[in-house]
């Protein structure tokens, strides 16, 4: 690098505008920045002004690190994680970066000295929505780990146009609104038009001998597009380590559209622009009607081959031995999603670098690596097969080759199996044929692992269980994890404060140290302290929902608190059941002396999944009864916050006291929702489910609220045959419940309205929600009467929290580094800083 530096002047950098830390330094830094970047005056600049003002002065700071951090990389050829996501759920950057650069304090007492108030410069940032849920919200906690432990990584996703929609609730329902989360800009991100990769799709093949007689094949596209990189800085906490998080967008290719418009195609030229840049337009909500859309089978694509072709870009900048890929890359895929990358490595390594088969099958296997998310078996995706070889004919090729090599080898483990081996088969030949993700990502990888012990188990005897008794060396179970940086440090500053005031503030790093809170249960000077932390976040989070859906909450009454997508599996709507049942009690014994309570639900339901949405409408439905209801009022509360998403999920677990964790067992993989819930305090309301099984372990069942069926009692139930309508009509409270709900009590006399929940209730219950009922009305029982005796439960919430250690994403970085990705930290000294001009 040259230095901007005249000989003599000083290298190291003190105090200069762009990386000092005091608050003189950041104040004058962001004045700067608010006429020099804004071009605005103080006097007419808007809250947006003063938020992006401030966000260059973050990032400035950020810079330092990043291109440190990159250089140091690139002088030690590090290895290198690849994640590969089509999902990253970040959430707001300015505040988890002020925490991660230990600047939160100075920049608030800059700010104020500006006459500025940080918390409403924190609230103008639009969170870049780039994910449905737990999924892309994992990839999000695992960026954060792998800088905050100096692993060198890469996250490779796609920069959505237009993030996860918006929700409104209108009537009762929800209304989707287009996330415009670019409006205003993004000062986060560095665009890289110079880094700029083609992308084919559709057209044919050809095949010949070349001069030295080997075998090539030509594809000869119908569409080509380009990949334009965005950059984004991943910085861990308090370590100079930042990482790269590299977004692709689609846009056409210039000389595409100029050969058009010069044969006087000028609307073509335009089609094929629109065309091109619709590939990364909007993230696809996961819903039922996902299966066989071809612009989402392009996104992947697209995504997998602009990753691949960059890391191959950056491995060749510094060795021309494509043969040592996978010792330079590692690479996880995140789910299916971008399970292509299989058949691209192989396409890229034999058709464009010339690298004969074994040898490139070789380095493909040892790159890859296959998380699995989920055990429902409509859920593995699937493509059609004429829309994949139309779309990516040369792939369609390369997976038949794989899967006729593969399938040679199945036949010598299993003779004469034929069933097996269709099972085992990439292609689905039955009725009309598919490619498997699944099976292709199981065959080109060497790791396969679930995300909570009991789903891993689930794994093996079920959805891949032919892939494990195959090959069972490949399996493993990494327990997913959060991070503390987010979902306490910044989310929770007032438990943070406290915490680090016994214990010092080691358990940021290194959360295993909560343990060092369990003597402090018994201190009842603290348990006070604790008290009022989460008494602090009630009000707080009430206040937001009186301004948000006008609805007045008791801070003392015990929040219980459901939120994540809406989805039959996750079983909202047993919460509503037992709602409902308390409102009964209560009308039928006025003066019953129950818990204050106050239901609290977020989450949105894919807008094509007609039955999500109409359980959002039955829980408006039975909040406005109850809500306007004088005889419960003060004792009963019914919110529905609506837009739920990660800034949301910051207000709302700090207010927690009850978490509701309460899918069928056996459905949900992990969760991570609950383990943010129980790191703030809240005590978890559960089935042995995902992780709620490792949570309940660590906690103490004694802590821990467990009800419903087990996943083999499920099975038995199932085997007997599973008869719900006996249930309703052996339980009377359960059968008046589903019958006010038929009747039209909840919608103004509407009978057919919730028909379609309750008839399937009655008929089907696939969720099983009857044969748990009593249990979990019988367990919120418990646990409201528990909450009574406030000494106990802020006793089992010191505990809970001392305990949760194991589920920081730290834990899980570490796991992932040793067992599957087999690479070590390296350490970013921050010593060039002489190319900054002072
Ligand atoms: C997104 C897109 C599609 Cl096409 C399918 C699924 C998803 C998605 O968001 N899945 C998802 O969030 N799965 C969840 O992953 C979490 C992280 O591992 C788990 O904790 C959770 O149990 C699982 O449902």
Redesign the pocket.
């Known amino acids: 690098m040259t230095s901007l530096i005249p000989p003599g002047c000083p290298t190291v950098l003190t105090e200069d505008d762009r990386t000092g830390t005091s608050v003189e330094t950041l104040r004058r830094a962001f004045m700067d920045n608010l006429f020099f970047v804004q071009g605005r005056f103080p006097e007419v600049a808007t809250k947006n002004d003063h938020y992006l003002a401030l966000a260059y002065t973050v990032r400035d700071r950020l810079l330092l690190r990043w291109l440190n951090s990159a250089k140091t990389y690139r002088d030690q050829f590090s290895r290198t994680v690849c994640y590969l996501s089509?999902?990253f759920l970040l959430g707001p950057h300015l505040g988890n970066n002020l925490i991660n650069l230990g600047l939160y304090d100075a920049v608030a007492e800059a700010m104020q000295q500006t006459g500025l108030d940080l918390n409403v410069l924190l609230d103008q940032e639009e969170e870049p929505g780039l994910?449905?849920?737990?999924?892309?919200?994992?990839a999000a906690c695992y960026m954060d780990s792998l800088a905050t432990l100096e692993i060198p990584a890469i996250g490779y996703g796609i920069r959505y146009e237009y993030g996860i929609f918006d929700q409104e609730i209108r009537d009762g329902w929800q209304v989707e609104i287009t996330d415009k989360w670019l409006r205003y800009g993004n000062p986060w991100e560095i665009a890289r038009p110079e880094i700029t990769l083609p992308v084919k799709f559709g057209g044919s093949t050809y095949s010949y001998t070349d001069d030295q007689g080997r075998y090539r094949v030509v594809w000869q596209p119908h569409q080509m597009v380009q990949g334009i990189a965005y950059d984004t800085p991943i910085l861990g906490y308090k370590v100079n380590t930042a990482n790269l998080l590299r977004l692709w967008r689609a846009e056409a290719i210039e000389s595409f559209d100029f050969q058009a418009f010069n044969t006087g195609d000028y609307y073509g030229a335009v089609n094929e622009k629109i065309a091109s840049e619709n590939i990364t337009k909007v993230l696809?909500?996961?819903?039922e009607q996902?299966q066989g859309k071809e612009l989402?089978l392009m996104q992947q694509y697209f995504l997998c081959s602009c990753a691949l072709q960059d890391m191959i870009r950056l491995y060749l900048q510094c060795s021309s031995d494509l043969t040592r890929f996978h010792h330079k890359f590692t690479v996880q895929l995140n789910?299916t999603?971008p399970a292509i990358s299989v058949a691209e490595l192989m396409r890229l390594l034999v058709d464009e670098h010339l690298l004969p088969w074994d040898t490139a099958w070789d380095i493909t296997r040892q790159t890859f690596a296959y998380?699995n998310?989920?055990l429902l078996p409509e859920?593995l995706?699937k493509w059609p097969l004429p829309l994949f070889g139309s779309l990516l004919p040369r792939h369609l090729q390369i997976i038949y080759e794989i899967n006729q090599r593969f399938l040679d080898q199945v036949r010598l483990a299993y003779p004469g199996d034929q069933e097996r081996l269709a099972r085992l088969s990439i292609i689905d030949e039955s009725e009309c044929r598919y490619v498997r993700m699944a099976n292709l990502a199981c065959v080109g990888s060497h790791a396969i692992n679930g995300?909570?012990a009991l789903?891993s188990e689930l794994l093996k005897q079920t959805v891949l269980r032919d892939f494990y008794e195959l090959t069972p060396e490949k399996f493993s179970n990494k327990t997913?994890g959060v991070t503390p940086r987010r979902w306490m440090v910044l989310s929770n500053p007032g438990l943070t404060r406290l915490i680090s005031n016994h214990i010092g503030e080691d358990w940021i790093k290194h959360l295993d140290q909560l343990r060092r809170l369990e003597p402090l249960a018994e201190d009842a000077g603290f348990a006070a302290e604790w008290h009022a932390v989460k008494h602090k976040n009630k009000v707080r989070l009430a206040e937001y929902i009186q301004q948000r859906v006008g609805i007045s909450v008791d801070p003392s009454s015990i929040f219980d608190i459901l939120v994540k997508?809406i989805?039959e599996y996750k079983r909202q709507h047993l919460c509503v059941l037992n709602i409902i049942t308390l409102y009964q009690r209560l009308k039928d014994h006025p003066n019953l002396d129950i818990t204050p309570h106050t239901f609290i639900f977020g989450g949105k339901a894919a807008p094509g999944y007609y039955k999500a949405k109409l359980i959002i409408k039955l829980i408006n439905s039975v909040a406005e009864v109850v809500n306007t209801d004088p005889t419960v009022a003060d004792r009963l509360k019914v919110v529905f916050l609506p837009d739920y998403n990660v800034t949301c999920g910051q207000r709302v677990y700090p207010a927690a006291d009850l978490s509701e964790q309460i899918?069928t067992a056996g459905y949900?993989?992990?969760?991570?929702?609950n383990m943010k819930f129980a790191l703030n305090g809240a005590l978890t309301i559960g089935t042995l489910d995902?992780?709620n099984v490792e949570i309940r372990e660590e906690v103490g069942a004694e802590n821990f609220f467990l009800f419903g069926n087990t996943v083999e009692q499920l099975q038995e139930i199932w085997r007997n045959g599973y008869r719900p309508w006996e249930i309703a009509n052996n339980n009377p409270m359960l059968k008046r419940v589903l019958d006010l709900i038929s009747c039209g009590h909840f919608s103004h006399g509407d009978t057919e309205l919730f028909r379609p929940i309750v008839e399937h209730l009655w008929q089907n219950d696939r969720y099983c929600l009857l044969a748990d009922y009593q249990s979990y009305v019988d367990c919120q029982e418990q646990a409201t009467r528990l909450y009574r005796d406030q000494k106990q439960w802020v006793k089992m919430s010191i505990l809970n929290v001392a305990r949760m250690g194991k589920f920081s994403s730290d834990r899980a970085i570490r796991e992932y580094c040793e067992d599957i990705w087999r690479v070590q930290p390296v350490h970013v000294p921050l010593a060039d800083t002489s190319y900054i001009a002072q």
């Open positions: 089509a999902e994910g449905n849920g737990g999924l892309g919200r994992l696809y909500p996961n819903d996902l989402r789910d999603h998380t998310h989920t859920a995706e995300v909570a789903h997913n997508r989805h899918s949900e993989a992990s969760g991570t929702g995902g992780a």
